[in-house]
């Protein structure tokens, strides 16, 4: 089974701070993806990886970036964080094989809290 | 952009019906459809590609209407555990974009 798996399910940081999520898959994906979920809003895309050291923005790049140095991880880096980021954030990969977008498979997600 | 799901939520009783509706304003290549139950991760259910052919499993089926731009989810005859937070998701340039999500509540 494809397992993807989050640093912490639970996360509570101050304004200002700054934050690491990390994500990690054991499928040897090529495809990685960072979603957070609101609620009436869905899932909505804020980075993705193709490759290692690749990356693209994805709907809501704004106060978010990302790093990929390995194949298998894939941080979430919040640079000055902001209570309007306090959200659930959900890690996915997939694999890329050609054709149709392939299946994603998702991590368990972290909660997080900005005071 | 986002594809448009309804309704928003269902309450069902075990052995009901239900369609679940998302509809997007560009092409659509493929919709696949996402489940998620209460403090879990989403679950891939199925995909549906462009020229009608459908893949996934169990009794739960979809549909696809390119033309109209529209798939629907069906859920017939619930069960208990069909409840969760479907989601769609559509192809954009190898990327998903997903629906707000119908929330399915089903009572015994």
């Known amino acids: 089974d494809v397992k993807v798996t989050q640093s912490s399910r639970y996360l509570v940081k101050r304004t200002g701070e700054k934050v690491f999520l990390e994500c990690v898959q054991d499928m040897d994906h090529e495809n990685m993806f960072w979603y957070r979920q609101d609620p009436g809003l869905g899932l909505r895309l804020i980075y993705f990886?193709?490759?290692?050291?690749?990356?693209e923005k994805g709907d809501i790049p704004e106060g978010y970036s990302v790093s990929r140095e390995k194949k298998e991880r894939f941080s979430l880096i919040l640079e000055s964080a902001s209570t309007n980021q306090t959200s659930m954030y959900l890690c996915a990969s997939s694999p890329s094989t050609g054709g149709d977008t392939d299946t994603q498979y998702f991590g368990p997600g972290t909660r997080l809290t900005v005071l | 952009q986002q594809p448009v799901q309804s309704p928003q939520a269902v309450i069902l009783r075990e052995g009901e019906d239900a369609v679940i509706n998302c509809s997007s304003s560009?092409?659509?290549?493929?919709v696949h459809w996402y489940r998620q139950k209460h403090g879990e991760a989403p679950v891939f259910l199925m995909i549906?590609?462009?020229?009608?052919e459908q893949k996934g499993h169990d009794k739960i089926s979809a549909s696809f209407n390119e033309k109209k731009q529209q798939s629907s989810l069906y859920l017939t005859a619930s069960q208990l555990s069909y409840s969760g937070t479907y989601f769609c998701g559509t192809e954009r340039d190898y990327k998903l974009s997903f629906g707000a999500g119908t929330t399915v509540t089903v009572r015994a």
């Open positions: 560009k092409a659509l290549y493929s």
């Open positions: 549906l590609l462009k020229g009608g």
């Open positions: 990886s193709y490759d290692v050291k690749m990356k």
